[in-house]
């Protein structure tokens, strides 16, 4: 079984809950997960917090620990913590990682990025996957995908995710597959789910 990452024991020490509970404003009410155009990578995280068990500075310090480690490991300052606060029993965390293998790293997840002609030699996809268009109207290969966009294969992008997430990626949404839903130009990965980790990865591809 694989061991869950470092902020995931964080969260589980210090008893919080985390869940996706519909949508509501990028980096601010639901887990979020942002890309810019040079793969830096903010992550907001929104739990209920039993306060009367533990201090919201207790939190702090623990997750400053354990990005502090994280960095001297790197020999590098791969992730810093821009907030941290609790309020009305409700934890929000903001950490911003210098790319997503840095995510993924410390996090112990599946979060990957890369070209869709990377997707498929990689394994993430085969020629026959089908994926669906942003708006929900049309199914398509990733063989009629390769073959639509030719030679410019390369500026389609995949990210691969397999948490419950409000995700905003440096481009515009194009194909997705798994259970992913659109809100405002945004993707919705696992909605309604109860658990940290989906059955099965998410994919959003973007131009």
Do not use: H
Request: hydrophobic content about 35%; some cysteine.
């Amino acid at each position: 079984m694989r061991k869950a990452g470092r902020l995931t024991v964080l969260i589980l020490t210090l008893a919080l809950t985390l869940s996706l509970a519909g949508c509501g404003k990028f980096l601010k009410s639901v887990n979020s997960l942002e890309i810019d155009g040079s793969g830096n990578v903010k992550a907001f995280s929104i739990s209920e917090f039993d306060k009367g068990y533990y201090s919201g500075t207790e939190l702090r310090k623990q997750i400053l620990d354990s990005v502090s480690e994280y960095n001297e490991s790197a020999k590098d300052e791969r992730i810093s913590l821009k907030s941290c606060k609790v309020s009305k029993k409700m934890a929000r965390v903001l950490l911003k990682y210098k790319s997503l293998e840095d995510y993924a790293a410390f996090n112990n997840v599946l979060a990957w990025s890369g070209t869709l002609a990377d997707a498929v030699e990689e394994g993430y996809f085969d020629k026959d996957t089908a994926v669906m268009s942003s708006d929900g109207t049309l199914k398509t290969t990733i063989d009629e995908l390769e073959s639509k966009f030719g030679g410019k294969t390369s500026s389609l992008k995949v990210l691969a995710v397999e948490e419950p997430l409000m995700i905003k990626v440096p481009g515009k949404i194009r194909y997705t597959l798994g259970n992913v839903t659109m809100e405002g130009g945004y993707a919705i990965t696992g909605a309604g789910s109860l658990t940290t980790l989906l059955d099965e990865p998410c994919y959003i591809i973007y131009k």
